[in-house]
């Protein structure tokens, strides 16, 4: 199982140096991948109901997810570069596609496009996004990204997306396409996750939910004719070290490195293919000494 961390791309310590710090943390301690959140503003008076009521205050200030993920680029050579998520219904999938390409182009073949339908309604319709039709955008999107990727000329014609018969390139180092899987916790989401996109992506589980839910997926792959073999399995979890353990009734990845490790090894046999962590907002996690902290103990507490 790779293991990666989220960024330093959001809050007070978001900056060219952090980001550049933790991802050589990363890959100098042997872990596997960064990662990057997308928040595009922080309502001050939401729409709809928000996690605890609001938006964790650090997410006022915000780097552009591909922006900090290309920065990073050039200051690594192997760890994965993963988007955790892009809500697909914001951009121009035949503009996305051209971003994505760069960044896998430029990086050498190394992104993980992780891509959800968003469920803040104050960012869609800040992105002049259709909240009704979320769902029916993000699946063309999906078509039309495939489709700028693997053909030449590319022609689509869709209910929301049309793109003239044209040429497209570059196209990108990993082929047919980058990896794309899909965020979400819901029966479409899942459903979406197993037919067409490259595995699910889900946030937040517990990891006793990890297998249970993974062989839902997988089922729903198996149902489409799909070899449920090929999906990937990116699980996303806050991170919370402590030096005493925490014991019955923890969050996930939050406790001691005991039961950090017993939760890897849990992650591990439920098939997940890749775990991304995220310590913006753990106590005591204020500095990016701190952060790289966080990074080299989880390197040791899974033997790297």
Excluded at 107 to 114: C, D, I, K, M, P
Excluded at 150 to 155: A, F, G, S, Y
Excluded at 209 to 235: C, H, N, T, W, Y
Excluded at 265 to 271: C, D, M, P, T
């Amino acid at each position: 199982m790779r293991i990666g961390f989220v960024l330093p791309h959001i809050g007070p310590l978001a900056g060219p140096a952090a980001l550049t710090r933790v991802a050589r943390a990363v890959e100098d301690a042997g872990l596997d991948s960064v990662w990057v959140n997308e928040r595009s503003l922080w309502p001050t008076d939401p729409i709809n109901p928000y996690p605890l009521g609001s938006l964790p205050l650090e997410y006022k200030t915000v780097i552009d997810p591909l922006d900090a993920l290309t920065f990073v680029a050039a200051t690594t050579s192997h760890i994965l570069l993963g988007t955790s998520v892009l809500n697909l219904p914001w951009y121009n999938p035949l503009l996305l596609a051209r971003r994505l390409t760069a960044l896998d182009v430029l990086s050498g073949g190394r992104l993980v496009a992780g891509i959800g339908s968003g469920w803040s309604k104050d960012e869609h319709v800040a992105a002049n996004s259709d909240w009704h039709t979320r769902g029916a955008r993000s699946d063309e999107g999906i078509a039309l990204l495939k489709a700028v990727w693997t053909t030449d000329p590319v022609e689509f014609t869709g209910a929301h997306y049309t793109v003239p018969r044209s040429y497209v390139s570059l196209k990108p180092v990993q082929q047919p396409h980058p990896p794309l899987v899909w965020g979400g916790w819901g029966p479409a989401a899942k459903k979406r996750a197993a037919t067409v996109c490259d595995g699910w992506h889900p946030a937040g589980l517990p990891v006793a939910e990890l297998a249970p839910q993974l062989a839902e997926v997988r089922a729903l792959a198996a149902a489409a004719g799909r070899d449920p073999q090929q999906l990937r399995f990116i699980a996303k979890n806050g991170l919370e070290l402590t030096d005493a353990p925490l014991g019955a009734g923890r969050a996930a990845f939050a406790g001691s490195p005991a039961e950090i490790a017993a939760d890897l090894e849990v992650a591990q046999a439920a098939g997940v293919h890749d775990l991304c962590l995220d310590c913006l907002l753990a106590p005591g996690v204020d500095t990016v000494d701190a952060m790289v902290e966080q990074v080299l103990a989880v390197a040791r507490i899974a033997g790297r």
